[in-house]
C-alpha cells in the first residue's frame, strides 16, 4: 500500500499539533460517552483550535511579508500564494455546455449498460418495524445540527456559515417550525433542490483540456443540509433499531468504512487458512 504524505502548513508547529491532537482526543470521548457536557468540552476546545490556526497563520504571513518587503518579486510570489493565484485555471475552450452534455452522457452510459440487470431482491419487513412519518424536531436538535456543520459555505449563501452559527440561537425557533412543517408534509422546496456545481480536476497532471479528467462537485445551501441531516438522522436510528441495515454493509455508515470492509476480508482470508479451507483464498482472489 502506497502512502502519500502531505507536508503541513508552515505555520503548524508543534502547539498547534498538540492542540490537534486534544481536539481528536476530546472528539473520541465525546462519541462514547455522548453525554452534553463531553460535547461541549469538544466544542470549546474545537474552537480554541480553530482560533489558534488563525493566529499561527495571519503571523506567519504578517512576518513573511514584512521579511520580503525588501523583494519585490519574492513579494509578489508570496501574495500570489497567499490570494490562491497560480492554480491552474479552467480553459477557456471548455464551457458549461461541454460539461453538461458530458456528464449527462455518462450517466445515460451507466443507465444503458446496468438495464438487463436483474431487479434487486427485498427481504420481509419485520411486523414490528414501521415508520409511517417523521417525527417533530426541538430547537435544540435543531441549535445541534448548525452547531455540527463544518465552516464551509457556498457560493449560493446569503449568510456564512460562521455567521449563522453566532445568531443560531435566534433564528433556531424560524427554522424549526420551517423543519417541521416540510418534514410532516413530506414537501422540499425547489430551492433547496438547488445546487452550486464545481468542476475540479480528478488528480494533479491530468490534461485539463479534456472534460473527461474532471469531476462535479455540487454544493447544495445549509438549509437543504440542515433538512437533509435531520431526516437522516430520523430515518438511520429507525433502520438500526428495526435491525434492516446489511450487516456487512461499509458505506455511509457510523463506524463503518472501507478500512473496516479490508480487516473483514483479511480476517476471513486468515480464519479460512487456519481451518485449512483453501476455498477461501480462491473465493477472494
Not at 493566529?55 to 504571513?61: D, H, P, Q, S, V
Not at 509578489?76 to 493565484?85: K, P, V
Not at 427485498?122 to 409511517?132: E, L, W, Y
Not at 473483514?264 to 483464498?281: E, F, R
Request: charged share 25%; with cysteine.
Amino acid at each position: 500500500m502506497t502512502i502519500g504524505r502531505r507536508p503541513s502548513d508552515p505555520w503548524f508547529d508543534s502547539e498547534c499539533r498538540q492542540s490537534k491532537r486534544e481536539v481528536r482526543r476530546l472528539e473520541r470521548s465525546s462519541r462514547r460517552l455522548k453525554t452534553p457536557e463531553a460535547t461541549s468540552a469538544w466544542y470549546s476546545k474545537r474552537h480554541q483550535y480553530r482560533a489558534l490556526l488563525w493566529r499561527k497563520r495571519e503571523c506567519f504571513w504578517q512576518a513573511k511579508i514584512e521579511a520580503e518587503k525588501s523583494k519585490p518579486c519574492q513579494l509578489w510570489r508570496s501574495i500570489d500564494a497567499l490570494l490562491g493565484r497560480g492554480k491552474t485555471p479552467l480553459p477557456a475552450d471548455i464551457d458549461a455546455a461541454q460539461f453538461h452534455n458530458f456528464f449527462d452522457d455518462k450517466v445515460a452510459g451507466v443507465r444503458s449498460t446496468t438495464s438487463d440487470a436483474p431487479p434487486p431482491s427485498f427481504s420481509p419487513n419485520p411486523s414490528t418495524a414501521s415508520f409511517s412519518q417523521f417525527q417533530s424536531v426541538t430547537v435544540n436538535d435543531v441549535i445541534a445540527a448548525v452547531r455540527a456543520l463544518p465552516d464551509k459555505t457556498c457560493a449560493l449563501e446569503p449568510l456564512p456559515t460562521t455567521h449563522l452559527k453566532a445568531v443560531v440561537g435566534v433564528i433556531a425557533p424560524f427554522l424549526t417550525s420551517l423543519f417541521n412543517k416540510l418534514l410532516l408534509s413530506g414537501f422540499v422546496p425547489e430551492g433547496f433542490k438547488v445546487a452550486y456545481i464545481t468542476s475540479l480536476v480528478k488528480k494533479s497532471g491530468m490534461d485539463n483540456g479534456d472534460v473527461r479528467s474532471y469531476r462535479p462537485i455540487s454544493n447544495l445551501s445549509v438549509a437543504s443540509k440542515l433538512l437533509e441531516r435531520i431526516a437522516a438522522k430520523q430515518l438511520i436510528a429507525y433502520l438500526e433499531k428495526s435491525a434492516l441495515l446489511p450487516r456487512l454493509q461499509s458505506a455511509y455508515r457510523t463506524g463503518h468504512s472501507s478500512e473496516t470492509a479490508v480487516l473483514k476480508v483479511l480476517s476471513d482470508i486468515l480464519l479460512g487458512i487456519d481451518a485449512g479451507d483453501l476455498s477461501a483464498l480462491v473465493l477472494y482472489y
